[in-house]
């Protein structure tokens, strides 16, 4: 009887991708393995997850309010009907790898009620409530910063692991034809500095009406310049021209690292990870919610010279008025001292994961 693998870890693609790179590798190793998700219906990973050829179960949505308000009285009632489903789902699974965000809550505690054994895996430098409560309960856990492994005693240090196709352009020799390619099919000319942005798996409202104003205001200083800015799935899309792309979702960032010379994006751990393994600079703006984990990644980038950090409440086309050209100059004389340090963290992984499978009784 084949082996069967739940991942949970859904809401964004910080949760999503790193979840698929180690359902990948794990196939790779062994492709008998039934690799499975959780994930809640109309949640990004309801677009991302089908698209790549999994299967996915869907679980009523329980995440903890971060505000005061009534929604703190459904939750409990709300989190019981996640947990429900989720046992139902789990159920003769053989391992369940959760990489936190609300999915993993439920399929934790419905895998730690059935005695199903538990990995985990935390992308930040700020461990989120999901990862803290799953830590209880699992028999591994992987962590991306070498500060949470010394905070969390027995874990393991494997880095953040990233989709196949980074890694294949980590290894990449020519990466100019590349980019060329690129630009010419977004009708951008490769000679000419081109500028990604992207606020999140969702699109930013704030960085998306930042990027309107600047056009608007300020790209007669910079003709030189090609952005291309995905807004986000759910979000209207402005008119294109000859140097602004807008789209909606970026599907194939290998396309995006290689042809930006500067990246302008949250700074969420697996974007952080992406950028440092394959030795992009970038503008960080932190997504001002949360426990603090988006600041710590970008000050870790900050810290190696590999980026600019702009609080959310500074960050405006004035700001990018007066730092772009500096940003980009920055980025043109950015040497990387090492790149693809992640390249094997999906591996490593799955390993684990296989090291568990083995100890469960046939």
């Known amino acids: 009887m084949a082996l069967r693998v739940i991942f949970a870890g859904g809401g964004s693609a910080g949760h999503i991708e790193p979840a698929l790179a180690v ?3 794990l196939q790779d190793r062994d492709p008998k393995i039934s690799c499975e998700f ?3 219906l109309g949640g990004l990973e309801s677009l991302l997850i089908p698209k790549r050829g999994y299967r996915i179960h869907y679980i009523p949505k329980a995440s903890f309010p971060r505000k005061l308000s009534h929604k703190m009285i459904l939750f409990p009632f709300l989190l019981l009907q996640a947990i429900l489903k989720s046992r139902a789902i789990i159920k003769r699974a053989d391992l369940v790898i959760g990489f936190g965000g609300y999915v993993s809550t439920p399929a934790y505690l419905a895998a730690w009620s059935q005695k199903v054994p538990i990995m985990i895996h935390e992308a ?3 461990p989120g409530l999901a990862n803290r409560l799953g830590r209880r309960f699992a028999k591994v856990s992987a962590v991306n910063f070498k500060g949470v492994a010394e905070q969390w005693p027995g874990s393991v240090l494997t880095g953040m692991p990233i989709r196949q196709s980074l890694n294949n352009l980590a290894e990449l020799a020519d990466k100019s034809s590349f980019r060329e390619l690129n630009c010419q099919s977004w009708g951008f000319d490769p000679n000419r500095p081109v500028v990604a942005v992207f606020g999140g798996s969702l699109g930013s409202t704030h960085i998306n009406s930042v990027i309107e104003e600047f056009l608007a205001k300020y790209q007669d200083r910079y003709k030189e310049v090609q952005i291309i800015h995905a807004l986000g799935i759910n979000n209207e899309l402005p008119k ?3 140097s602004y792309l807008p789209q909606p979702y970026f599907h194939d960032m290998a396309s995006i690292y290689a042809s930006a010379d500067l990246l302008i994006t ?6 952080c990870s992406e950028l440092a393994s394959l030795g992009k600079y970038s503008i960080l703006i932190p997504l001002p919610h949360g426990n603090g984990e988006q600041f710590d990644n970008a000050a870790a980038l900050v810290a190696q010279g590999s980026a600019m950090m ?3 409440d500074d960050f405006s086309s004035q700001w990018l008025d007066q730092n772009l050209s500096k940003a980009l100059i920055n980025a043109a004389n950015y040497q990387p001292k090492s790149i693809g340090s992640n390249s094997k963290s999906a591996m ?4 684990l ?3 568990l499978l083995k100890e469960r009784p046939e």
């Open 266 to 271: 949250r700074s969420g751990a697996v974007t």
């Open 348 to 351: 490593k992984i799955a390993e």
């Open 38 to 40: 959780l994930g809640v």
């Open 353 to 355: 994961a296989q090291a």
């Open 124 to 126: 930040n430098a700020k």
């Open 23 to 25: 359902a990948e590798a």
């Open 310 to 312: 702009v609080a959310n």
């Open 240 to 242: 294109a021209t000859s």
